[in-house]
T-cell receptor, first 114, second 109 residues
Framework: NAGVTQTPKFRILKIGQSMTLQCAQDMNHNYMYWYRQDPGMGLKLIYYSVGAGITDKGEVPNGYNVSRSTTEDFPLRLELAAPSQTSVYFC?????????????FGEGSRLTVL | EDKVVQSPLSLVVHEGDTVTLNCSYEVTNFRSLLWYKQEKKAPTFLFMLTSSGIEKKSGRLSSILDKKELFSILNITATQTGDSAVYLCAVGRDDKIIFGKGTRLHILP
């Protein structure tokens, strides 16, 4: 079982460049999330999706975009990268019914913007 | 505004000590509270709590939720150096899961 797969694991960007972080899950989870984690801090929610075709903003959405065309994939797009976006990014998924299910995390993507 | 507040933010104890980590929250439409352990990489799941007063246990770790007072505690007994990590509390509300800043626990041998 692959679980949640994120790529790339590491990336260095120059200011103003764009890139997409890929996230795929094979557990048929309906909910998917993108978090960022700055050094010494907890996880902040960027965007989330409750199913294919539905996305919504989290706590820190500025500078990012997402799409969810399939249940499996939830890419995160960074437009015009800025040094403030230097962080570790985690994709996660869960299955919801009447309660919030356990989050399954990808291994993380470390992004540096210079 | 939704809040998840963990305390203390940092804790250093000696091996064999017992520690209690705290998590208080203010969220609308609370669904569940989750605890995670994070070492070098992605967080790993410890517990999910949905009902008040029911203790969850796994080895030396245990946790309980108080939905009236809006907090949870995570206890670790007979700590070991391998317990050194950041412990994250998260609260599920509606369709979001929001994290606190974490408690960084360091166990001295």
């Amino acid at each position: 079982n692959a679980g949640v797969t994120q790529t790339p694991k590491f990336r260095i960007l120059k200011i103003g460049q764009s890139m997409t972080l890929q996230c795929a899950q094979d557990m048929n989870h309906n909910y998917m999330y993108w978090y960022r984690q700055d050094p010494g801090m907890g996880l902040k929610l960027i965007y989330y999706s409750v199913g294919a075709g539905i996305t919504d903003k989290g706590e820190v959405p500025n500078g990012y975009n997402v799409s969810r065309s399939t249940t499996e994939d939830f890419p995160l797009r960074l437009e015009l990268a800025a040094p403030s976006q230097t962080s570790v990014y985690f994709c996660a998924s869960s299955y919801w019914e009447s309660y919030v299910g356990e989050l399954f995390f990808g291994e993380g993507s470390r992004l540096t913007v210079l | 505004e939704d809040k998840v507040v963990q305390s203390p933010l940092s804790l250093v104890v000696h091996e064999g000590d017992t520690v209690t980590l705290n998590c208080s929250y203010e969220v609308t439409n609370f669904r569940s509270l989750l605890w995670y352990k994070q070492e070098k990489k992605a967080p790993t799941f410890l517990f999910m709590l949905t009902s008040s007063g029911i203790e969850k246990k796994s080895g030396r770790l245990s946790s309980i939720l108080d939905k009236k007072e809006l907090f949870s505690i995570l206890n670790i007994t007979a700590t070991q150096t391998g317990d050194s990590a950041v412990y994250l509390c998260a609260v599920g509300r509606d369709d979001k899961i929001i994290f606190g800043k974490g408690t960084r626990l360091h166990i001295l041998p």
